[in-house]
Nanobody, 124 residues
Framework: QVQLVESGGGLVQAGGSLRLSCTASGGTFSTYSMGWFRQAPGKEREFVAA????????RYADPVKGRFTISRDNAKNTVYLQMNSPKPEDTADYYC?????????????????WGQGTQVTVSS
């Protein structure tokens, strides 16, 4: 059983920057592909970014390409989401998730474990 704990959320001004972290415990972190998803009030959960087991492969949703960067440190059992130039439409609860797959996936159904989420609010 893997436990995921997100941190780093909060209030940020549009055009600023914010880094989210997700630390895993209870499993072998390097065997999991990791993803970030978000859910805004009244909307469905949507894919943000994903990274493969070694970090060699990354994938991004179109709305965040060029602004967000996903990375991981397997020695620290942690995955990060660097949010640069955030926009008000990026306001949401952000969740990290772990999947026992090769490569990456944008399908939330392929993820086995989920964190509780961290709230991000981007002010204009």
């Amino acid at each position: 059983q893997v436990q995921l704990v997100e941190s780093g959320g909060g209030l940020v001004q549009a055009g600023g920057s914010l880094r989210l972290s997700c630390t895993a415990s209870g499993g072998t972190f390097s065997t999991y592909s990791m993803g970030w998803f978000r859910q805004a009030p009244g909307k469905e959960r949507e894919f943000v970014a994903a990274i493969s087991r070694t970090g060699a492969i990354t994938r991004y949703a179109d709305p965040v390409k060029g602004r967000f960067t996903i990375s991981r440190d397997n020695a620290k059992n942690t995955v990060y989401l660097q949010m640069n130039s955030p926009k008000p439409e990026d306001t949401a609860d952000y969740y990290c998730a772990a999947a026992l797959i090769f490569g990456t996936s944008s399908d939330p159904g392929r993820y086995d474990y989920w964190g509780q989420g961290t709230q991000v609010t981007v002010s204009s």
